[in-house]
């Protein structure tokens, strides 16, 4: 047996699972956790489980993290009961060590945890059809609908910073000064796009300072993938992957999703005629968000979230100018300009979503409860 397999059977017997272990293998596409499908067997019957070595490079505070997952799938869990629902299927369930602790850290100082394993429901990498956006837009409304009373004050920040525009501007600004590599000559109309942006950047944090924006708790990685699909209905059932749950704005998940989910090309599309606002797909997913989140939204979030899809647009185009500025060091790239073409898609779907502003809101407007 190698070293591998030990670690990770030595990580499983931790925890209070049911019967011997049958067999452990990795499990899904995810790219930061180390996940493996955990099948035991007790008196004939079968049970699974989800087993994952935590990422320590990615996540520093394993702890708050942990604290974050368990607040909100134990509160979820309470309304998901309240609702008549399934509790089991509605939300990741974790397993405790056999000490009663939610995660173990093994002999070599790994961080590991186990959740009940949702049978007979599939994540989709990518939207086959617009049904798919739909119900992924239904999916996080509810998400937000459920949590709406969570304190998200409580939530510790386990990425600082993540979708603090302000922020990341300050970042891009310093990587545009500095030019390490040389490169800012090439991109002078980019940056300009940026900087002529740059009063929009603040608004959500000012009008959370002026008590207009309330602080959610937000997922923070819309994907589609993030969505559990119930194989016999065709329904999202659960939403998964909680390590980057923190304090935010709902804007800004419904915001991502339509930045990766309503484009009409790839994310590194090298032809940018090619570049759009798909507005049937704007559409089907404001219906299917408004619809989850069940009136629990405030008018001010409802009326930003156009203002939430641009942003999360513009800031993470400016994410990847400022990686293509340091020298590539950040994105995973597998071409020359890699980045460069990945900010020029971000930022060619800004300039449809201004093009499109009326479009945008008059949408919205249809399906405001």
């Not at 489980?49 to 607040?71: P, R, S, T, W």
């Not at 499109?356 to 405001?368: A, G, S």
Request: one cysteine or more; aromatic letters at 10%.
């Amino acid at each position: 047996m190698n070293n591998n397999n030990e670690k990770r059977l030595e990580a499983a017997k931790a925890f209070a699972i049911r019967g011997r272990i049958k067999s452990c293998e990795p499990y899904g596409s995810g790219h930061i956790n180390c996940t493996f499908l955990l099948i035991c067997e007790e008196d004939g019957q079968e049970y699974s489980y989800i087993l994952q070595q935590m990422n320590q490079e990615v996540f520093k505070d394993i702890e708050g993290l942990m604290k974050n997952v368990k607040g909100v799938t134990t509160f979820l869990r309470r309304q998901i009961i309240e609702n008549h629902g399934n509790p089991d299927r509605e939300t990741l369930n974790l397993v405790p060590t056999k000490d009663g602790k939610d995660y173990y850290t093994d002999s070599q100082g790994n961080f590991w945890r186990v959740y009940l394993f949702i049978s007979q429901a599939t994540c989709y990498n990518l939207v086959e059809k617009p049904e798919d956006f739909y119900q992924s837009g239904k999916a996080f409304g509810r998400f937000q609908c459920l949590l709406a009373d969570y304190p998200a004050d409580e939530l510790t920040e386990t990425i600082p910073d993540f979708h603090n525009t302000p922020v990341r501007f300050n970042t891009f600004q310093k990587a545009v000064d500095k030019d390490i590599v040389g490169r800012a000559s090439q991109v002078e109309k980019e940056i300009q796009f940026i900087r002529e942006r740059e009063k929009e950047m603040g608004l959500a944090l000012k009008l959370q300072k002026e008590g207009k924006l309330p602080v959610r708790v937000s997922h923070n990685d819309t994907k589609l993938n993030n969505i559990m699909i119930d194989d016999a209905t065709g329904q999202a059932i659960c939403i998964i992957d909680l390590d980057t749950v923190m304090p935010g704005f709902s804007i800004f998940d419904y915001g991502d999703s339509i930045r990766f989910g309503a484009n009409t090309a790839q994310e590194d599309e090298q032809d940018l005629t090619k570049v759009s606002l798909s507005l049937p797909l704007f559409e089907i997913y404001t219906k299917g968000f408004l619809e989850g989140s069940q009136g629990r939204l405030t008018e001010t979030e409802i009326e930003l979230l156009p203002y939430g899809a641009k942003m999360m647009t513009l800031e993470c185009g400016m994410r990847f100018l400022t990686d293509y500025l340091q020298g590539d060091v950040y994105f995973h790239i597998s071409r020359d300009g890699h980045n460069l073409d990945r900010c020029r898609t971000q930022l060619a779907l800004v300039a449809d979503m201004e093009k499109k502003w009326n479009d945008m809101e008059r949408i919205v407007k249809i399906y405001q409860v």
